[in-house]
């Protein structure tokens, strides 16, 4: 927890409990923990709960998208470098000359 969030005493029990919820990269998150205890001191667990759901499907989305992302690049990289020398015209030899 960030040293600037004070989370009453009466509330550590079930932010902590909530914030175990939370993927791992989102546990730590200032966001996210202020968001769940604004719900928390507002007395709605039950809303708090539901918004860590939304949370959660939310980064599920947002990783698979990234994910999609990176194997698109990963993929594009992998087709131009099937490249052979006869693919090249002769201006552009991949050897040093050895003059």
Request: charged share 35%.
């Amino acid at each position: 927890m960030t040293n600037q969030m004070k989370i009453p005493d009466d509330l550590q029990w079930a932010f902590q409990r909530l914030i175990d919820h939370l993927p791992d990269p989102l546990k730590d998150d200032d966001h996210t923990k202020q968001v769940i205890l604004t719900y928390l001191k507002f007395e709605d667990e039950k809303l708090a709960r539901h918004r860590i759901e939304i949370i959660k499907t939310h980064f599920r989305e947002k990783t698979v998208k990234e994910a999609s992302e990176i194997q698109t690049l990963l993929d594009l990289h992998t087709d131009g470098s099937d490249m052979s020398e006869s693919d090249l015209s002769e201006g552009d030899s991949l050897e040093f000359p050895t003059n």
